[in-house]
């Protein structure tokens, strides 16, 4: 998942709600059971204690990233362990 997922929603009178699962398209329920089973993979290899930073993402994009933030760090930290 490259860009990211987002819930599929539905604009009625300017307002936007959450489109239920029964009403996705097939490509939104494609896209989201993509995002399902990435998030699952990601969930299943990680050990209890890097799960409690994850367990609350809906995204696998968002906890990929967030995973890659407590390990490598922001982009002036990785060069700054470059660079010693």
């Known amino acids: 998942m ?3 997922w987002t819930t599929p929603t ?3 009178n300017n ?9 996705y398209t097939r490509e939104e329920d494609e896209v989201a059971l993509a995002n399902n089973k990435a998030l699952n993979v990601i969930f299943n290899v990680v050990d209890v204690n890097v799960f409690k930073m994850i ?15 407590a390990y ?3 982009e002036k930290v990785r060069m700054s362990r470059l660079q010693q």
């Open 2 to 4: 490259t860009t990211g």
């Open 10 to 12: 539905v604009t009625n």
């Open 15 to 23: 307002v936007a709600t959450v489109k239920p699962a029964a009403d």
């Open 55 to 69: 367990n609350m993402c809906i995204v696998a994009k968002v906890a990929w990233k967030t995973l890659e933030m």
């Open 72 to 74: 490598e760090g922001t």
